[in-house]
Each structure stands twice: as C-alpha cells, then as structure tokens.
C-alpha cells in the first residue's frame, strides 16, 4: 500500500529554471495538499485542492502553481525557481468526508536552489 | 486567528524515562489537535488526535496526550522513551468548522539517549 507518493525525492536547480514537483495518492482521497517545511517553522501550506477540479491557495502561494491533473494526482511547479523556495516539499491527501481531515503525507521532496 | 505554539524546540531524554513534549494552542473556538512524528527523511505520520470527546487520547506506540482547556494545552507524554521515538514531533490544530486547514507548530526534535 503505496499511499501518497512524491516525486523526485531530491532535486537541485539553478536560480530561474523550472520544475513541477509529482504528488500522487491511491486511497481515493477527495483533498490533496502542498505544504513547504522550513527550519523552526513547521509546515506551511502553499496550495489545497479540496476536491477534483479546484484549486486554493494557502498561505504562501507566491512563486507556485498547482494542478489538479486527476483524482489522485496533485503536481506543484516552480515556473521560475528563487534560492527562497530552498526548502522541503511536501504533498498528503484527505478524505473529504473525514470531518476531522487526517492527512496523509508522502515522504517529502528535497529541493535547493542555486 | 488560531496559532500553535511548541513550548521547546529540542528536548533530550535517556532511554527508559518519561517524555514531555509541550504544546499550547490560541483559538477562539475549540479546535481538534493532533500529534504527528516525522522519522528522519520520512513523511509526517499520525500519532494521535483529540476530537472533543475524552480529553486523554491515547495514540500509537505508548503515546498519549491530555486535553486542557482551561490551560489550552495538549501536552504529549510517554512514560518510558525508546531509543525509535527519536524524531520530530509536531502538534497540529484545525479549527472546528474550517474546512481543510491545518495550523502546525514548529516541531520539538527529540533525543533520545542510550
């Protein structure tokens, strides 16, 4: 049971190039969430889908875009990568009718940028 | 607005004694609360979470963490540390009726030492 997967795992870039992180979950979760982690600062979340077809930002949107590709695929790109979006990435996904909204988290995308 | 607070970033124990991990939360309304614990290069998993029912909710592997509103805190407590519960533990909160956000604290990295 693979659960939410992330892809790649690791991944350097160079200042203003581009890249779409890979997030896909196989438990038919309604919502799927992109969240950054920092340093002493928890996670913070960049984009939720609340369900197919919708797309909200979070708070820390800017420099992300996000597409709902399908049920279970949620991908987060960089359009033009900053060294302040150094950081890790990570996607999970809920159900919808969980009124407790338990997320499940993949294990993450390592990402420096020059 | 609601907010979480990790009382400490680091804490350090010897294997076999209790484990305190503090945490504080600001909400206008009662929020449900959750414990996560991130092993090293892992994806955040569910500990245990508190959903207005008994105020001391027991979660995985020894794990429990007490409800108290009149401190707002939902401190997590284990009473004998294992060398495996060495990682980083985040206290989470969703505020009741708010759809999908959570609101993470800034995580307490705990030691564990032989």
């Known amino acids: 049971n693979a659960g939410v997967t992330q892809t790649p795992k690791f991944q350097v870039l160079k200042t203003g190039q581009s890249m779409t992180l890979q997030c896909a979950q196989d438990?038919?979760?309604?919502?799927m969430y992109w969240y950054r982690q920092d340093p002493g600062m928890g996670l913070r979340l960049i984009y939720y889908?609340?369900?197919?077809?919708?797309?909200d930002k979070g708070e820390v949107p800017n420099g992300y875009n996000v597409s709902r590709l399908n049920k279970r695929e949620f991908s987060l790109r960089l359009e033009s990568a900053a060294p302040s979006q150094t950081s890790v990435y990570f996607c999970?996904?809920?159900?919808?009718?969980?009124?407790?909204?338990?997320?499940?988290f993949g294990a993450g995308t390592r990402l420096s940028v020059l | 607005a609601q907010s979480v607070t990790q009382l400490d970033s680091h804490v350090s124990v010897s294997e076999g004694t209790p484990v305190l991990l503090r945490c504080n939360y600001s909400?206008?309304?009662?929020?449900?609360l959750f414990w996560y614990v991130q092993h090293p290069n892992k994806g955040l998993q569910l500990l245990l979470k508190?959903?207005?029912?008994?105020?001391l909710v027991k979660g995985i592997n020894g794990f429990e963490a007490e409800f108290k509103k009149s401190e707002t805190s939902f401190h997590l407590t284990k009473p004998s540390a294992h060398m495996s519960d060495a990682a980083e533990y985040f206290c989470?909160?969703?505020?009741?009726?708010?759809?999908?956000?959570?609101?993470f604290g800034s995580g307490t990295q705990l030691t564990v030492l032989p």
């Open positions: 999970a996904s809920s159900d919808l009718q969980d009124l407790e909204n338990i997320q499940y």
């Open positions: 989470v909160a969703r505020l009741r009726g708010s759809a999908r956000q959570l609101t």
């Open positions: 889908s609340a369900s197919e077809g919708t797309t």
């Open positions: 909400s206008s309304y009662s929020p449900s």
């Open positions: 438990m038919n979760h309604n919502s």
């Open positions: 508190y959903t207005s029912a008994a105020t």
